[in-house]
């Protein structure tokens, strides 16, 4: 059984209104759980962004911040703790993890440019194609098998690295990325002996290698734990080790030191002074870069505490409840257990809904109205469409029960168990999904969808006769 290794000292309210009121909230949110009002939501377990509970320690150091607009000491404070832990010694603040991925694109990508990664994350996906390039995802086949046992789905081919460094040639790769913790595959880790062998590739090429570490407390946990060469090491040498194989590290603190800011270091003077005049055009001058002082103060100690593994485990070990209960239920999750969330796979659990319905979409919907469980889409609806207009369909279709760090009890999850099993055993009701109102770049977060016919009334109707008048 998983154990919290703190205790709560303060506590939020929570609402679970009845079955019709959450079918009306999800109708009014266009079926879209981005748009869903808090207050009608009982557990949101939309993201782990922002929203991991913080501590007595970074709500301390929060009341001594040093709100200096230039030369602030509370930026020389996390200046000097990334400094420590990654050892890298330029260090640019950013307002969160996309604001750095906007800086990157800018400044290295260029139109006809292919970058090589793991995995895409969608908002790294969105800045590339922005600046004009592409982007090309090097991952082993089972990284996408949701019933693999590979404990490391994240790695990247140095194979498929090889060929596709000689396809667009030195010129055209502007830079390789990977991913820790790959969030959009179920937050899957990689080896740091896999990220040392790309490493060595782009030290071959002279390409610079970037890493997104805004999951590096998970891949610390699953390297500490999976990864037998690592057994015995400290989370800090490991932290140290992974730094120490790439050239640029960039993060976003709304995950990493559970706070809200972001920011990129490098110990390479030349790639710092590249990027260095975007931070006061965009994020704000040097020293907080769009960050609240306060907020800069709760990241720095929040990276400390990212060193303790008994605050790096909770995440992990409660997924992996999660994962296991509801897999000895026959219930569809990605396996292994990753970091960041629970993943139901809803490819299987309603495979009766095709992809041009948006079957994960559509399963956070019913979910939702099972249970007050806010989810998050994490397949085709996450995809921009193709360049004339088609779906690019999704390799996966996640459902992300996300479980932000040191928030829920374990008797919430339990509940969460419990209505995803009522879900299942009713999973036939479910329909799909159709746009009524779609963006054209990253309509999740605020396209409008209506279900294809009235299977969420009918599943209300179940509801009401299997729970009475239980919420
Ligand atoms: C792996 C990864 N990279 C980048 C980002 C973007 O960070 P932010 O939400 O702070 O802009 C996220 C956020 O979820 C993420 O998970």
């Known amino acids: 059984m998983p154990l919290e290794m703190h205790k709560v000292r303060i506590i939020q309210k929570l609402n679970l209104v009845p079955v019709e009121e959450r079918q009306r909230a999800v109708t009014e ?9 808090n207050r009608d939501t009982f557990l949101d377990m939309l993201t782990d962004s922002g929203v991991n509970a913080m501590s007595d320690n970074q709500l ?40 750095c991925e906007h800086v990157l694109a800018q400044v290295f990508v260029k139109p006809g440019d292919v970058v090589p990664m793991n995995y895409h994350f969608t908002t790294t996906k969105a800045h590339i194609l922005l600046a004009g390039g592409q982007v090309k995802e090097l991952y082993y086949p089972d990284a996408l098998d949701v019933e693999s046992t590979n404990l490391f789905k994240g790695n990247m081919s140095p194979e498929l690295l090889r060929e596709t460094i000689a396809k667009n040639g030195v010129e055209h790769t502007p830079f390789v990325r990977m991913e820790l913790g790959t969030n959009l595959i179920g937050g899957q880790p990689y080896e740091l002996s896999n990220q040392k062998e790309i490493y060595a590739i782009c030290q071959e090429y002279g390409i610079t290698l970037v890493l997104d570490a805004s ?9 500490k734990t999976r990864e037998a060469a690592y057994k015995d090491a400290s989370i800090r040498d490991i932290t140290r080790e992974i730094a120490d194989n790439s050239d640029l590290i960039y993060f976003s603190a709304r995950k990493l030191g559970h706070a809200r800011g972001g920011g990129i270091c490098t110990r390479d003077r030349d790639l710092y002074l590249k990027m260095r005049d975007m931070i006061p055009i965009y994020e704000g001058f040097l020293t907080y870069g769009g960050m609240s002082v306060r907020e800069i103060e709760a990241i720095a100690v929040g990276l400390e505490e990212t060193m ?30 990753g970091g960041l969330g629970c993943h ?6 309603i495979d009766h809904v095709p992809q041009s319905e948006y079957p994960a979409g559509a399963l956070g919907t019913a979910l939702f109205i099972a249970s007050g469980v806010r989810g998050m889409e994490r397949g085709t609806l996450s995809e921009e469409r ?6 690019h369909y999704s390799n996966m279709e996640l459902l992300r029960l996300a479980l932000p760090r040191r928030v829920f009890t374990l008797s919430q999850v339990k509940y969460t168990i419990d209505r995803v099993t009522w879900l299942y055993e009713n999973r036939r009701m479910i329909g799909g999904l159709k746009f009524v109102e779609e963006p054209p770049m990253l ?12 299977w969420q009334d009918k599943l209300v109707a179940k509801f009401r006769a299997d729970f009475g008048q239980g919420l």
């Open 60 to 99: 301390a150091a929060m009341m001594v911040a040093d709100d200096s607009y230039a030369g602030s000491e509370t930026y020389t404070k996390l200046e000097s703790k990334i400094n420590e832990l990654f050892g890298m010694e330029y260090f640019l603040p950013a307002h969160q993890g996309r604001a």
């Open 308 to 337: 303790d593994f008994h605050m790096i485990n909770q995440g992990p070990t409660f997924i992996e409840y999660m994962v296991d209960e509801l897999t000895r239920r026959g219930i569809p999750v990605v396996r292994p257990a």
């Open 443 to 454: 309509r999740f977060f605020v396209g409008r969808l209506a279900p294809v016919s009235d």
């Open 29 to 37: 949110a266009g079926n879209n759980t981005f748009l869903l009002q």
């Open 344 to 349: 139901l796979d809803a490819m299987q659990f």
């Open 386 to 391: 193709n360049e004339d207009g088609s779906e």
């Open 215 to 223: 999951l590096l407390a998970d891949n610390l946990y699953f390297i």
